[in-house]
């Protein structure tokens, strides 16, 4: 009788997500003791390559753990669907989630029902609301956009006009990397001429940063929160053969984007942004075994410029 539901929960999840490469290493309840686990991965959105990193991480350290079964669902950059997913793992009764949210405010709900339910909770990269999950695993965003603005200022040697391309203002490393960047040029002769929310869509900060050329002859440097949406500043700019005339500055420095686009010369410094990934999969075997985890996993980062490029980026301290 043990097996049915263990089937019955196989069928649900293959029904309603996109199964994981491989199986769950044969029923998850075999002599009272658990032998497979299935892990509800839910990711925001697909559409930038730092989130196929993510997945690709956590599918990678997950295949080196046979008991683990991952089932992922996109949400494609849309809150209510990620909520629907969280509330699917919850009936599936899944053994843990990972998530990394769109936004805070509208995923602390489903995520506290989550973990009133029982089911231990890791969140990825963007923050919730409170503290009611088990371990949030990400970098230090304010640190990162202070080391940002302290770049800048130092490049731009104190005084210069800045045009700043926010990402979503309602997820965490949007405000984050806000304040730690107006941390950093606070009493400066750094002025920001022109500020956009883009959504951390490369599209809309293309669009924005026309909008910025039109209005401003002068522009010293664009400072975006991510690589997507620097490289969108640097198109637009390059349409209106003005990209020579500014520097610009990314975060993520994913290899085959930030860090390619440092060493073709398009931006002038890419921040790395971890994805997390990997040590999302050690912190869950370890929630598994049922052992303690801290509520906090901190990552570090680099900066990629023209100086450090060479030899693999200088870490932040
Ligand atoms: C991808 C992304 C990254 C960024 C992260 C912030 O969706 O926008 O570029 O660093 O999310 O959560």
Redesign the pocket.
Known sequence: MLALPALALTLLLTGCGKPDAGSPSGSPTEGGKKSGYVIGMSQ??L?????VEMNAQIRAAAAKHPQLKVVFKDAQ?DTLKQRAHVEEFVSAKVDLIII?PKEAQPLTEPVARAMDAGIPVIVL??RLLGDKYTCFI?AD?RKIGRAAGDWIVQKLGGKGKVVELK??MT????QDRNAGFREAIKGTGIEVIFEADMK??EPDARKEMESALARFSKIDCVYA?????AHGAWLAAKQAGREKEMLFVG??ALPHEGVAYVQQGILDASFQ?PTGGAEAIDIALKILAGEQVPKEVTLGSRVFDKESVGQGGRELK
């Not at 997820?171 to 949007?174: A, R, V």
Request: charged share 20%; glycine share 18%; with cysteine.
């Open positions: 925001c959105n559409g930038e390559p730092w989130r950059n990394s990269d963007r990400g965003n990402g979503l997820s965490t490393p949007g951390w869509l929160h991510n690589d997507p949406g975060i993520d942004y």
